[in-house]
């Protein structure tokens, strides 16, 4: 079956713009993530979609970042104001359940953000 | 929360055995130990799980200590589709919400 996508693949954009990444999950996958990669840096979560519950935003690094899910399907992650740190893949992951610890989660080919 | 030690790095001869190793003295008893792995240019995928016993799936092995304070990833014949990063990773859902935590792992070479 179809896994996770994400778009756009690639994303350009200028300092001080805002983007919207998406993430379309696995049918049935009730919890979605959003991690981001830095060139050469470990994966970093950024933010956690449990059903209905309200989100886990813990990871998301200033209040620039936001991220919605809409009717418990696709996601949207919004950066306001890119800056150059912000450059970096950004992965979606779903999972069947979210909740148990034999969870598995199945990533996206990621969104690669370069902000000039 | 729970963390992991592996090497940095390791390197394989194609259609050799490998085993990754992975420490974890802190596991806590309601600890899974994931593994995933990303080949280039993609997003991790995941590899094997498990708890107390040993676990075989199509695509390795996870040999778990008996006192779950290490594990080791067995990769029973290297191929060149192999070489990726390769995370272990502890679970607990009790401890989070979830998400996988990851550290730098251990990125596999594999010589033709």
């Known amino acids: 079956g179809a896994g996770v996508s994400q778009s756009p693949s690639n994303k350009v954009t200028e300092k001080g713009k805002d983007v919207e990444l998406r993430c379309d999950p696995i049918?049935?996958?009730?919890?979605l993530y959003w991690y981001r990669q830095s060139l050469g840096q470990g994966l970093e979560f950024l933010i956690y979609?449990?059903?209905?519950?309200?989100?886990?935003k813990s990871g998301l690094p200033s209040d620039r970042f936001s991220a919605e899910r809409t009717g418990g399907s696709v996601s949207t992650l919004t950066i306001q104001r890119t800056q150059q740190e912000d450059s970096a893949v950004y992965l979606c992951?779903?999972?069947?359940?979210?909740?148990?610890?034999?969870?598995?989660?199945?990533f996206g080919p990621g969104t690669r953000l370069t902000v000039l | 929360d729970a963390k992991t030690t592996q090497p940095n790095s390791m390197e394989s001869n194609e259609e050799e055995p490998v085993h990754l190793p992975c420490n974890h003295s802190?596991?806590?008893?309601?600890?899974?130990i994931h593994w995933y792995r990303q080949l280039p240019s993609q997003g991790p995928e995941y590899v094997i799980h498990?708890?107390?016993s040993n676990v075989n799936n199509r695509m390795a092995s996870l040999a778990i200590a008996e006192d779950r304070k290490s594990s080791t990833l067995i990769l029973h014949r290297a191929t060149l589709r192999d070489a990726a990063v390769y995370y272990c990773?502890?679970?607990?859902?009790?401890?989070?919400?979830?998400?996988?935590?990851f550290g730098k792992g251990t990125k596999l070479s594999v010589k033709p």
């Open positions: 992951a779903s999972s069947l359940g979210g909740t148990t610890n034999t969870d598995t989660q199945y």
């Open positions: 049918s049935g996958h009730t919890a």
């Open positions: 498990g708890l107390t």
């Open positions: 802190t596991i806590s008893g309601t600890d899974y």
């Open positions: 990773i502890l679970l607990n859902y009790g401890g989070s919400q979830g998400n996988l935590i």
């Open positions: 979609f449990q059903g209905n519950s309200a989100p886990d």
